[in-house]
């Protein structure tokens, strides 16, 4: 809004202007804006000023002094991100204050187009886990009683089951799990996917078999002694006595470093290359398991909380099976 504008409101509206500031910012979540285009803007101001460029060129900026910089974010980066962050850092700066945007111009559009290409680097996805891996995991890992084996092997099969990122497995509570007699239901408290961050409920069916992920949670809760109405972590820190293992008093979330270190020293002696799975396999491992058996495509997006169905598609592998319906069905 400009000064003028500003200068002919009414009173009673002069007064509203303080809060658009903190209300546009909050129009993206925090860590995109404060992390990201807060920063990416300040490193374009820097390099204007370490250029000779003017302080009033910064904002509005002109393109093709945007699109100098570009260039040599390109010149000195390895990937695509640099130069992606920097568009749209000054993209979203010169629309908060409804300015002409140097991003909107052809000039700066193709030079971010020619730097996506020249860094793009083609993407290894990591292999979904399998169900007889995690059967093998289970075998090598279930002794009765043993709390601290036990919370391995419900964090791989919930993991799997209800499609679940490292970061909504680890912030799972006590509270955030329904049990009933035929399936459980895990509530989401914030995915990346949800936009207004107002969680999902995911249920998770009781199957009867070794690798139940409900009967295996109702043992950990047991001989973790979590009662019912706790609010602890589901998997948290865990402290050594004379008999086995308890929950820490503080009552921390398991660290991410730790959940990896668990998870492959449960499936290393069961996969050729370790190095090829990573926490993400159980979650594209129980996406592709549901989609190689017909699952339908609404229900099974919405279990796994996908924003697009690109996105969705990226998590799955075809078996050959799948992928050989395709020529059998040619009438050839």
């Known amino acids: 809004m400009h ?58 900026a002109r393109a093709f002094h945007v699109a100098l910089y570009l260039a040599s974010l390109i010149q000195s980066a390895n990937s695509p991100s640099p130069i992606v962050n920097a568009f749209y850092s000054i993209k979203w700066h010169h629309e908060l204050l409804d300015l002409p945007s140097p991003t909107d111009t052809n000039l700066v559009k193709h030079v971010l187009e020619a730097g996506k290409r020249r860094l793009c680097k083609p993407v290894k996805k990591k292999e979904p886990i399998t169900v007889p891996v995690l059967e093998k995991a289970y075998y090598s890992l279930y002794k009765e009683l043993n709390v601290y084996n036990q919370r391995t092997i419900c964090a791989l099969l919930l993991s799997f089951a209800a499609f679940l990122r490292s970061n909504e497995l680890l912030n799972l509570r006590r509270c955030d799990i329904e049990i009933f007699p035929m399936y459980m239901s895990v509530f989401i408290q914030s995915s990346k996917t949800d936009k207004y961050r107002d969680g999902a409920w995911v249920p998770v069916a009781r199957t009867g078999t070794v690798l139940c992920p409900v009967d295996n949670l109702e043992k950990y809760l047991l001989w973790a002694k979590i009662s019912n109405d706790s609010d602890c972590f589901l998997f948290s820190q865990l402290t050594k006595t004379k008999t086995g293992y308890r929950l820490r008093e503080t009552q921390s979330s398991l660290a991410y470093s730790n959940l990896r270190k668990l998870f492959i020293d449960a499936v290393k002696p069961f996969v050729k290359d370790v190095k090829s799975f990573c926490l993400h396999s159980l979650r594209s491992g129980g996406a592709t398991a549901a989609a190689n058996r017909g699952i339908p495509d609404r229900l099974f997006k919405r279990h796994g ?9 990226g998590y799955v592998k075809d078996s050959i099976d799948e992928r050989l319906r395709v020529s059998q069905c040619l009438g050839l």
């Open 305 to 313: 909380r996908w924003s697009s169905e690109s996105a969705k598609d």
């Open 3 to 60: 000064s003028e504008e500003i200068n002919s409101l009414p009173d009673v509206l002069a007064g509203g202007v303080s809060l658009l500031p903190e209300l546009l910012t909050g129009s993206r979540a925090p860590n995109t804006t404060a992390e990201t285009y807060k920063r990416g803007f300040k490193r374009w101001c820097d390099w204007a000023l370490s250029n000779n460029i003017p302080s009033k060129d910064t904002l509005p």
